[in-house]
């Protein structure tokens, strides 16, 4: 009898650890730890690059440029977000670029640890993000796998490159 108390005392303790307060999938689908303001704090390509000519490269075109640096997005309590992209425009015929913004709204849900974000581009066309949550639910990271990303050819002259693009977002 004192060996199936201890086992059971055993098996208890056991139980309770396995669940630990930094568990990423906990309060995941909780709309009051999602809503709240994301910063890009990296935008990391698949090559690295020196878009700003300073003879150092990187895959964290954050450091190549600070026309980054207003990236965020706004989640709301009631599932609507704001996103306010700020990127890299260039002009495919002179190979001029310049800083650009654009900001668009929609709705998004939570399922476990991916944020899903649509919203609807002026010509009708439906855009669906989605956001996976680590950190507990302070860092946001999307991946996308086929994109352009600005890199300069030997020249010097700005390209769209063709590759994989990783945006981390924080939590303010």
Known sequence: MKKVK???MAILAISFGACSSDDDSSNNNNIGSIAGRYDLTEFNTGAATDF?????????QMDESSCY????IDFNSDNTFTYDMDYILIDTSTGVAVCADNTVSGTWTATNSVI??????ENGTEVTLNFVRSNNGRTLTQATTLTTYPDRNSEGVAYNRVGSVTTVFTKQ
């Open 6 to 8: 201890i086992l059971a």
């Open 52 to 60: 700003n000519q300073d003879g150092t490269a990187s895959t964290n």
């Open 69 to 72: 640096d207003g990236r965020r």
């Open 116 to 121: 899903t974000a649509t919203y609807e581009q």
